[in-house]
């Protein structure tokens, strides 16, 4: 069967002739069916870019985006809107993606009847209470006709699950989708979300730069990083946790501070040949990585772009000289 | 070597109201905290905690909407004892900047865009009656040494131009990238140990108090509900909001975590619940906790709880112990 999703030889520039910015380089993933696969990376290193791409609002300079095997630039109407209902996004902000005027039983029941997932405004209403009740706004008529104002960051953020869930998507995109919730609820709705995938199959590429939350929510899924538009790595969640290969991975690892006294203090220490990031408008030749890189060949990192290798503890790695070798990340 | 902990600065009951269209709101209610010379302490909690208004009275930053009453912040510098809420004028700038300065969240929109960062320094040292400009120089180019000229960095030199005893950090790796974070913690964990700068920070993420605190104070709903070494707080919690905030947040490298939110939302601060406010939210609650609020019980040397239930709570933790490795 084909894989959901299937990125092939995807670039993304912004901007002018003159100035531009690779924003997404060469960029190739597949996505099957039932996967929760994390996109983790610091700013700029085109995880965003790369989920506005998925769900088609934004298109690719040039390479293809397959959805279950059908190019998506290729589609006929009718199977390009069916796409573009099965691949939903929820934002970072609910403060900014919910229609500060509407009710939240309109926002829900107004998808329903548009996309005809109920017939009358009844069954519409139905629909949308059982759909509160799927993200815990309960008792949903508690919900139904309050505005967006008077709910807290992480009632937003359910409805703007639920409104998501209108249209009975197959694949969610969850772009720092809980971000800007309160730490004491973010867990809840990570919790959420991974019932829809058990519940309803849905396939979820999250996108985060926390690696706690990359970790918790990806326990039993994949984890993909990238840097300077480009993956770096990628594999199960436990052995790119416990066992980075790519010398950014060790880097990012080693460098997240932790929220455990014991482990912050056993931290081993990388350090980097250089703090700055290059600009995405004059990349490095070879490995973007290499100026900072600890491990950097000179006369290779910088001339060859390191092809992105399977190894055999589960995924792949785009470096050449490190990819075998293991580091302790924690000193006993 | 004087072995006496000296109390640097001393809070004593103290409350902050803003006044707003919609009524009072009550943003620090009672808080009494010694900070010890030389210490670093973390104030944690979630949004609307009291943590940020709480640091700006230390330095009366406070927006004129708001008032402290009643309350005294003592700061001791030598053998004077200084009433910071009475300070005015001269003295207040002084204090400001040579006694005690704050770092903000958003740094780096505390420039000004259009001074050089030489000048910037200069302006700030000759508005504190610093003239000597070859002075303010070498000790600006000390500091930017010191921070290695790393932009990121730089922000952080500005505060310790005048070499003050108290730093107030304000979420001071928030919204920057992964090895931004970690070069700002080493650099504060830096001047920490070398310059012996008492810090407080202040953060909703709890890996800067693991990473940076000696003590941690838990606030909710504008108190101090739970003071502890930052061993006591992150193993050993006796306030169930505490142990409810450090079962929500998941490590990186800690392996696989069973993790669970807090029921409910932050509470309305203008109209708090009855009794305890967190009790609405917590699973220990009984009729006491919706009537009378909990004052802070000392529980060990140093640790202390407000909360009537600290024994269920230390009782369920060994049922459950929280992260305890090795």
Same mark, same amino acid.
């Given at each position: 069967?084909?894989?959901?999703?299937?990125?092939?030889?995807?670039?993304?520039?912004?901007?002018?002739?003159?100035?531009?910015?690779?924003?997404?380089?060469?960029?190739?993933?597949?996505?099957?069916?039932?996967?929760?696969?994390?996109?983790?990376?610091?700013?700029?290193?085109?995880?965003?870019?790369?989920?506005?791409?998925?769900?088609?609002?934004?298109?690719?300079?040039?390479?293809?985006?397959?959805?279950?095997?059908?190019?998506?630039?290729?589609?006929?109407?009718?199977?390009?809107?069916?796409?573009?209902?099965?691949?939903?996004?929820?934002?970072?902000?609910?403060?900014?993606?919910?229609?500060?005027?509407?009710?939240?039983?309109?926002?829900?029941?107004?998808?329903?009847?548009?996309?005809?997932?109920?017939?009358?405004?009844?069954?519409?209403?139905?629909?949308?209470?059982?759909?509160?009740?799927?993200?815990?706004?309960?008792?949903?008529?508690?919900?139904?006709?309050?505005?967006?104002?008077?709910?807290?960051?992480?009632?937003?953020?359910?409805?703007?699950?639920?409104?998501?869930?209108?249209?009975?998507?197959?694949?969610?995109?969850?772009?720092?989708?809980?971000?800007?919730?309160?730490?004491?609820?973010?867990?809840?709705?990570?919790?959420?979300?991974?019932?829809?995938?058990?519940?309803?199959?849905?396939?979820?590429?999250?996108?985060?730069?926390?690696?706690?939350?990359?970790?918790?929510?990806?326990?039993?899924?994949?984890?993909?990083?990238?840097?300077?538009?480009?993956?770096?790595?990628?594999?199960?969640?436990?052995?790119?946790?416990?066992?980075?290969?790519?010398?950014?991975?060790?880097?990012?690892?080693?460098?997240?501070?932790?929220?455990?006294?014991?482990?912050?203090?056993?931290?081993?220490?990388?350090?980097?040949?250089?703090?700055?990031?290059?600009?995405?408008?004059?990349?490095?030749?070879?490995?973007?990585?290499?100026?900072?890189?600890?491990?950097?060949?000179?006369?290779?990192?910088?001339?060859?772009?390191?092809?992105?290798?399977?190894?055999?503890?589960?995924?792949?790695?785009?470096?050449?000289?490190?990819?075998?070798?293991?580091?302790?990340?924690?000193?006993? | 070597?004087?072995?006496?902990?000296?109390?640097?600065?001393?809070?004593?009951?103290?409350?902050?109201?803003?006044?707003?269209?919609?009524?009072?709101?009550?943003?620090?209610?009672?808080?009494?905290?010694?900070?010890?010379?030389?210490?670093?302490?973390?104030?944690?909690?979630?949004?609307?905690?009291?943590?940020?208004? !709480?640091? @700006?009275?230390?330095?009366? =930053?406070?927006? #004129?909407?708001? %008032?402290?009453?009643?309350?005294?912040? $003592?700061? &001791?510098?030598?053998?004077?004892?200084?009433?910071?809420?009475?300070?005015?004028?001269?003295?207040?700038?002084?204090?400001?900047?040579?006694?005690?300065?704050?770092?903000?969240?958003?740094?780096?929109?505390?420039?000004?865009?259009?001074?050089?960062?030489?000048?910037?320094?200069?302006?700030?040292?000759?508005?504190?009656?610093?003239?000597?400009?070859?002075?303010?120089?070498?000790?600006?180019?000390?500091?930017?040494?010191?921070?290695?000229?790393?932009?990121?960095?730089?922000?952080?030199?500005?505060? !310790?131009? @005048?070499?003050?005893?108290? =730093?107030?950090? #304000?979420?001071? %790796?928030?919204?920057?990238?992964?090895? $931004?974070? &970690?070069?700002?913690?080493?650099?504060?964990?830096?001047?920490?140990?070398?310059?012996?700068?008492?810090?407080?920070?202040?953060?909703?993420?709890?890996?800067?108090?693991?990473?940076?605190?000696?003590?941690?104070?838990?606030?909710?709903?504008?108190?101090?509900?739970?003071?502890?070494?930052?061993?006591?707080?992150?193993?050993?919690?006796?306030?169930?909001?505490?142990?409810?905030?450090?079962?929500?947040?998941?490590?990186?490298?800690?392996?696989?975590?069973?993790?669970?939110?807090?029921?409910?939302?932050?509470?309305?601060?203008?109209?708090?619940?009855?009794?305890?406010?967190?009790?609405?939210?917590?699973?220990?609650? $009984?009729?006491?906790?919706?009537?009378?609020?909990?004052?802070?019980?000392?529980?060990?040397?140093?640790?202390?709880?407000?909360?009537?239930?600290?024994?269920?709570?230390?009782?369920?933790?060994?049922?459950?112990?929280?992260?305890?490795?090795?």
């Amino acid at each position: 069967m084909a894989p959901i999703l299937e990125l092939k030889n995807i670039n993304k520039y912004f901007g002018s002739s003159k100035e531009r910015v690779t924003a997404v380089n060469s960029l190739e993933l597949r996505i099957e069916q039932g996967e929760i696969v994390c996109l983790v990376g610091e700013s700029g290193c085109g995880k965003s870019t790369t989920g506005r791409m998925v769900v088609g609002l934004l298109p690719p300079s040039d390479g293809q985006i397959l959805f279950e095997g059908q190019d998506i630039a290729q589609m006929n109407r009718a199977d390009y809107q069916a796409y573009r209902r099965a691949v939903q996004i929820i934002h970072q902000d609910p403060y900014a993606s919910l229609n500060p005027t509407q009710p939240i039983q309109q926002m829900l029941t107004t998808p329903l009847l548009r996309h005809k997932k109920a017939s009358t405004q009844r069954s519409a209403e139905k629909r949308a209470a059982e759909l509160l009740e799927i993200v815990d706004l309960t008792p949903v008529s508690d919900f139904m006709n309050k505005y967006p104002h008077q709910l807290s960051g992480g009632q937003r953020q359910r409805v703007s699950v639920a409104r998501a869930l209108t249209v009975e998507p197959k694949f969610i995109v969850a772009d720092e989708a809980v971000s800007m919730v309160d730490v004491s609820i973010r867990v809840s709705l990570l919790n959420m979300l991974a019932r829809l995938k058990s519940e309803f199959d849905v396939t979820f590429l999250f996108i985060t730069h926390d690696l706690a939350l990359a970790k918790y929510f990806a326990w039993n899924g994949r984890i993909v990083v990238m840097y300077l538009g480009r993956i770096v790595e990628e594999g199960p969640t436990q052995r790119v946790i416990t066992d980075p290969r790519h010398p950014y991975t060790q880097a990012l690892l080693a460098a997240v501070p932790e929220a455990d006294p014991d482990l912050a203090r056993r931290k081993k220490q990388i350090e980097l040949r250089s703090a700055e990031i290059p600009s995405l408008l004059n990349l490095p030749a070879g490995c973007t990585f290499h100026p900072r890189c600890p491990y950097a060949v000179p006369g290779q990192c910088d001339r060859l772009v390191p092809a992105l290798d399977a190894i055999a503890e589960g995924g792949s790695v785009a470096c050449p000289i490190r990819k075998y070798e293991s580091i302790e990340l924690l000193a006993a | 070597m004087n072995t006496t902990v000296q109390k640097h600065l001393t809070l004593e009951n103290v409350h902050v109201n803003y006044q707003t269209r919609s009524g009072n709101v009550q943003a620090v209610r009672g808080v009494t905290l010694d900070l010890l010379a030389g210490e670093s302490l973390a104030l944690i909690g979630e949004s609307g905690s009291g943590k940020t208004t !709480l640091g @700006l009275s230390i330095v009366k =930053l406070l927006v #004129d909407t708001a %008032t402290v009453e009643p309350g005294r912040i $003592t700061y &001791r510098r030598e053998d004077q004892e200084i009433d910071v809420l009475a300070l005015r004028g001269n003295q207040l700038r002084e204090f400001r900047w040579r006694d005690c300065a704050m770092v903000f969240q958003s740094a780096l929109n505390a420039f000004n865009p259009v001074l050089r960062v030489w000048e910037q320094a200069l302006d700030t040292a000759q508005s504190h009656g610093w003239h000597d400009r070859q002075a303010v120089r070498e000790r600006f180019l000390e500091l930017l040494r010191y921070v290695q000229l790393d932009p990121n960095r730089v922000i952080n030199a500005y505060p !310790l131009l @005048l070499e003050p005893t108290i =730093l107030i950090l #304000d979420e001071p %790796t928030t919204a920057l990238d992964i090895l $931004t974070q &970690r070069t700002i913690i080493d650099l504060l964990r830096q001047i920490k140990n070398e310059k012996n700068i008492t810090m407080i920070f202040i953060s909703h993420d709890l890996a800067i108090a693991a990473e940076l605190a000696n003590r941690v104070a838990t606030m909710y709903a504008g108190r101090v509900v739970e003071l502890g070494g930052v061993e006591d707080i992150f193993y050993r919690p006796r306030h169930p909001y505490t142990m409810g905030l450090i079962r929500a947040v998941p490590t990186v490298l800690g392996g696989f975590e069973e993790l669970f939110s807090i029921p409910g939302s932050p509470p309305d601060l203008i109209n708090l619940p009855s009794g305890c406010p967190f009790h609405p939210r917590c699973s220990f609650a $009984t009729s006491k906790c919706q009537i009378e609020e909990p004052p802070l019980i000392q529980i060990t040397p140093s640790q202390a709880a407000a909360c009537w239930h600290w024994q269920d709570v230390e009782i369920e933790l060994q049922n459950k112990p929280l992260r305890v490795r090795k």
